[in-house]
Every structure is written in C-alpha cells, then in structure tokens.
C-alpha cells in the first residue's frame, strides 16, 4: 500500500445515464508493468484519464501520490515548435533556463535514440521517431506512474517490435509504474508483469505471464476474458 503509485477504490464513471467504470478497484506499485486489455469502448481511455487527472467528475476514491506522465496513440507533438521543445513542454517553466531545458531534452532524446533530431521540426519526423519524441516528453517529468494508450497502435509492425524494446529498456532504466493500455493481447502478456482485464466496468481478470507455465494457455484464457473464442474463426 506505501509504494503504490496508483490506487483506486470504487471508482465509478458515468457520462450522463451511461457508466461506463462501475465500482472498479485498482493498485499500481511502484516500478511494476501492468497492462490493461479490454474490448473497445470499455472504458479503458477513461479510466486512464481519471488517473491522469484530467478527469475529475468521478465518484470513488482516486489517489496518485507522484508524477504522472501520459502518452497517446498520436503522439500530439506541436508542429509550431522544435523537436527538443515538445520534449520539455510538460515541465515546469518558470526559473528554469532555456540552457537548462535544452540539456534536459537532449538527455531524454539521447534515451529514445533521438538525439541528433533535437533541432528538427516534428512534422519531418517519421510516425515511428514521434512516438519516441513523445515518450522522451512523457519520461524527462520522471513520473512515478507512466499512463501508455495504445502507444504503438499507429505503428507498422516493424516499428512496433522496435517500440516495444524501447519501452522495455526504459521501464528497467527509470522504473516507473507503468499501465499500459492495449487491445493486443500478445503486446500485453510479452511487455507485462501483470495484465488485467477490463469488462463490465470493472476489473474482470488479473493474470502474471512470467509465472504461467503454459504461454498458449494463458492466452487462450485472456481471449475467453475478452470474449474472444478461437474455434469462433475456424
Ligand atoms: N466525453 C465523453 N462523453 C460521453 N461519453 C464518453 C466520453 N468519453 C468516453 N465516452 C464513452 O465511454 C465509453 C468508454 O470510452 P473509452 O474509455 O474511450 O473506451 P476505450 O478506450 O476502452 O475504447 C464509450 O462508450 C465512449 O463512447
Ligand atoms: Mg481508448
């Protein structure tokens, strides 16, 4: 409970007559990887959000103790301003100088392989050196929680086995919490310690891929959590 990152108890979410989170409990401890798998439009942005705290309008109780970063499906880098400054546009500004900012940024680059891009403007940046800039921008914060929406879903499928060792790499350098939100039940059970599942509005289903003996069972179990039979295709 002391080295939790995340905590959430009986958190529920309703847009108008819709609830989307019912009663959800959550912990995320300090440098663990978690993933969250759930059926599109099951809440798991929103949930996501709560713990961001961009969203507030909730009922239940939503402690974060640290710093918390967020990085999206798109990477919302602003066009108008250089690479290095994207990185450091979540940081506090004020007494901090622009020489200061500038070894900052380049330090996160230099941790995503992107060092030599910290003068370019992001729309010359392929979909791929984005995503890194915006996991550069997520990670010079130090976050304690590191909030991941479907980070490598814009990818192609090279990119993405790229992006996935990156990650790795980061996670065991900076040791944040990390929830990862993602529709690929194979991305979760490969990058995370514990994958649990979102259905219903609350979670359904907690399962530990580095102790399951049986890799294709326990996939198979995490399809059935999400409703997904395979004999369905054959
Ligand atoms: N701002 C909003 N206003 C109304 N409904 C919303 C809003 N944001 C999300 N929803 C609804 O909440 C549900 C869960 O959305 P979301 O968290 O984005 O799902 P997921 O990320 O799992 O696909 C969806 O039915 C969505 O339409
Ligand atoms: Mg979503």
Redesign the pocket.
């Given at each position: 409970m002391a080295d939790a990152v995340a905590e959430i108890r009986d958190l529920t979410k309703r847009?108008?007559d819709?609830t989307?989170l019912s009663g959800l409990d959550l912990t995320v401890e300090r440098g663990e990887f978690v993933a969250l798998l759930?059926?599109?439009?099951?809440?798991?942005?929103?949930?996501?959000?709560v713990l961001a705290g961009l969203d507030n309008q909730v009922e239940g109780s939503v402690d974060v103790p640290g710093t918390v970063s967020v990085a999206f499906q798109q990477p919302r880098l602003l066009p108008w301003r250089k690479v290095w400054r994207n990185v450091v546009l979540g940081l506090r500004q004020e007494g901090v100088s622009k020489a200061r900012n500038r070894t900052l940024a380049e330090k996160a680059l230099a941790e995503v392989h992107l060092a030599e891009h910290a003068d370019d403007w992001p729309l010359t940046l392929s979909g791929g050196e984005a995503q890194r800039v915006s996991l550069a921008r997520a990670l010079v914060r130090e976050p304690g929680l590191l909030l991941l929406?479907?980070p490598f879903g814009a990818l192609d499928a090279l990119t993405r086995i790229a992006m996935h060792g990156l990650v790795q790499d980061l996670w065991r350098r900076h040791r944040p919490g990390v929830l990862l939100?993602t529709h690929d039940v194979d991305e979760a059970l490969l990058l995370a310690g514990r994958v649990l599942v979102?259905d219903g509005g609350r979670i359904v289903a907690e399962h530990r891929p580095r102790e399951a003996a049986d890799h294709d069972d326990l996939r198979r179990r995490v399809l059935a959590d999400l409703g997904v039979t395979e004999d369905a295709h054959a």
């Open positions: 847009f108008g819709r989307v759930g059926r599109s439009g099951s809440g798991k942005s929103t949930l996501l959000r929406d479907e939100v979102l």
